[in-house]
């Protein structure tokens, strides 16, 4: 390609190289424009390969993207009916004739709870549990006062329950345990049990609060045995004198 254009520049430039003088480096500038020509061939070379590069890249891009897809389609269709092979077939269930029917019927009215021979059979819960453990309730003045107190909404005590009132109002380490006891005790004075552990409380109770309510409630007992734990009270040295006051009246009232 060199003498071809060199040939061209010759005759394109024919009168300067006819005259008597050539221009200075006329040879260098030429051969400078024929490198400066291949480099811009070269360049526009390059240019086009990298594009036909680029453009190959992309189409391959293209199609690995497309055979992905593809492959994730596939695998989610296998799975689709791997599961759909795996779902659980209805079972279809047995027909009962109408002859039948009734013999099942009657089966599983045989095999249900008898409910109301069951409630019969359960434990009668007892009315007086609670009373029982709110007077053994050593931790709480609170709960031995709510036990008597429901005692005392009774018409009647049962033989146990005199016991464990008598119990309270002789041993309790409340003064107001054993002063709500012995209200409640003094509504059943007639019963000879509890009659009995008032008397004997004469001579136990040290409050004098309580022994004033005592002596209130068992002054007008005719009883010598009664009339003898009076005396004594009344003799203690230890005997406030408001209740030695309250048990010589009672005295005096008895003898008129």
């Known amino acids: 390609m060199e003498p071809d254009f060199l040939k061209r520049y010759v005759e394109q430039h024919k009168d300067a190289f006819e005259s008597d003088a050539l221009p200075p480096n006329m040879l260098g500038n030429i051969l400078g424009n024929l490198k400066e020509r291949e480099k811009r061939k070269a360049k526009k070379v390059r240019k086009l390969t990298y594009t036909g590069l680029a453009v190959a890249c992309s189409l391959l891009m293209a199609v690995g993207a497309y055979l992905f897809v593809l492959q ?37 009215s045989a095999m249900k709870p008898p409910i109301r021979q069951f409630a019969a059979h359960q434990p009668k819960a007892n009315p007086y549990k609670e009373i029982y453990d709110g007077l053994k309730d ?16 009774m018409a009647s005590l049962s033989e146990k329950l005199k016991i464990e009132l008598c119990k309270t109002f002789d ?14 005790l003094s509504k059943f004075s007639g019963d000879t049990y509890i009659h009995e552990q008032l008397v004997a409380g004469l001579g136990k109770q040290k409050d004098p609060v309580v022994q004033l309510e005592l002596v ?10 009664t009339t003898n734990k009076l005396i004594a009270m009344a003799n203690n040295p230890f005997t406030v004198n408001a209740v030695k006051e309250q048990v010589y009246y009672a005295l005096l009232t008895n003898d008129n």
């Open 171 to 184: 041993k309790d380490g409340n003064d107001n345990v054993r002063l709500a006891a012995l209200e409640v």
């Open 138 to 153: 050593s931790l709480s003045v609170a709960s031995r006062l709510e036990a008597i107190i429901k005692v005392n909404g």
């Open 216 to 225: 209130k409630i068992m002054g007008s007992n005719s009883n010598p045995e």
């Open 72 to 108: 994730g389609t596939d695998e989610i269709q296998k799975d689709h009916s791997k599961v759909a092979a795996n779902k659980i077939k209805p079972v279809a269930l047995p027909t009962i004739s109408k002859v039948e029917q009734p013999i099942i019927e009657k089966k599983a």
